[in-house]
């Protein structure tokens, strides 16, 4: 399983300073006060690769990339990477070589958040095996109880049941449709008809044709008669109650050289002005 998975970078500090430490005092821990901090004995790139299930803090130089140590993480944790007590900025880790000899050293960061992010990639590789683990053992629980047999035995059927009434398909109506194509609605269920609708009392009257003016007939007229034409049907005139009609033609008989032509007047139809 490990030599087929592929390698990930889980963090990435380009910038670690390497201490050689004296061994430990005591079991209280390590302290990095006691260590030459002004004066790291390397200075490189620092990588956390996984590959699998195991986690390698490889630490290498900036510009070849040659691998200077590499600190195999087993557990966190543990006695491969351990917190200083009176910084947060430095750690001691575990190295080991190809033939299998191990020595501790001393790393540091001038940022804290360097610091920080080792300890993040470190916890959620560990926490993914974790949950890598749990769920392998739920599926070896479920395939070492008993299986259930939910297959049909000869001769077994089963019923749907699936809310429908029988003859619903053929009490469903389609929607009438006009010659327009136009799907109008069907009606209401019931028998339920509509109010007559309610004679208004609003009376449209026609409009009151005004007084217009009427010329007498004239000869025109009469040889229109006597050609068989029929002559135009005048307009109906509102009579005047109370008073004579007017003479239209009274102003006309006041007009100057009248007199002359009064003799002529009664021979013809036309009337002088």
Request: net charge neutral; with cysteine.
């Amino acid at each position: 399983m490990a030599d087929t998975a592929y390698e990930r970078v889980l963090c990435v500090k380009n910038d670690v300073q390497v201490y050689r430490i004296p061994p430990r005092p005591s079991n209280r821990g390590y302290r990095a006060d006691e260590w030459k901090l002004e004066s790291p004995d390397w200075t490189g790139r620092l990588r956390v690769v996984s590959k699998g299930k195991e986690l390698i803090i490889k630490l290498e130089d900036k510009n070849s990339g040659e691998l200077f140590a590499q600190c195999p993480v087993d557990a966190y944790p543990g006695i491969a990477v351990e917190s200083v007590m009176d910084s947060s900025r430095y750690f001691v880790i575990r190295i080991k070589d190809e033939s299998g000899r191990s020595a501790f050293i001393g790393i540091g960061f001038h940022d804290r958040a360097d610091s920080f992010d080792l300890n993040v990639s470190i916890q959620d590789h560990f926490k993914w095996l974790k949950q890598e683990a749990d769920e392998e053992k739920i599926a070896h629980t479920l395939d070492a109880g008993p299986k259930l047999d939910l297959g049909f035995k000869e001769g077994q059927t089963i019923k749907l049941n699936l809310g429908t009434k029988k003859g619903d398909n053929a009490k469903a109506r389609k929607p009438a449709t006009s010659a327009s194509g136009i799907g109008l609605l069907p009606p209401p269920p019931g028998g339920s008809k509509l109010p007559p609708p309610v004679a208004s009392s609003f009376t449209v009257k026609p409009p009151v044709q005004p007084n217009t003016f009427q010329p007498p007939p004239t000869q025109t007229q009469g040889l229109l008669l006597d050609l068989g034409l029929s002559e135009p049907t005048p307009s109906p005139q509102r009579p005047v109650t109370g008073q004579n009609p007017p003479d239209l033609w009274g102003d006309f008989a006041s007009a100057p050289g009248s007199q002359s032509s009064s003799s002529n007047s009664s021979s013809s139809d036309w009337v002088q002005f």
